[in-house]
């Protein structure tokens, strides 16, 4: 069994930053795909950004050139850099991997952005 550790979230002003990580701990072989999605009330959960177990990274488009993926392989562990926060950016943000053939979910993190 895998387990996910999410921490990093918080109240930051708009325009701030933020830098959310994910440890996955457990029985672990490989781990593919890292990702972040998110949900604010009312919200379906959408894809933020994606990692690969390649380094290839891809990102939604409301958060291109403010958000920041990445992956330590050494330590199971994924990461969000967030900048230029802003209001609309508001939500529960989880962490899921697939890891060994099965997905994990994270407990998710809230991210408040507001003066």
């Known amino acids: 069994q895998v387990q996910l550790v999410e921490s990093g979230g918080g109240l930051v002003q708009p325009g701030g930053s933020l830098r959310l990580s994910c440890a996955a701990s457990g029985t672990i072989f490989s781990i593919n795909t890292m990702d972040w999605y998110r949900q604010a009330p009312g919200k379906q959960r959408e894809l933020v950004a994606r990692?690969?177990?390649?380094?290839?990274?891809n990102y939604a488009d409301s958060v291109k050139g403010r958000f920041t993926i990445s992956r330590d392989n050494a330590k199971n562990t994924v990461y969000l850099q967030m900048n230029s926060l802003k209001p609309e950016d508001t939500a529960v943000y989880y962490c899921?991997?697939?890891?060994?053939?099965?997905?994990?979910w994270g407990q998710g993190t809230q991210v408040t952005v507001s003066s």
């Open positions: 899921y991997i697939i890891s060994d053939g099965r997905q994990y």
């Open positions: 990692v690969t177990s390649g380094g290839s990274t």
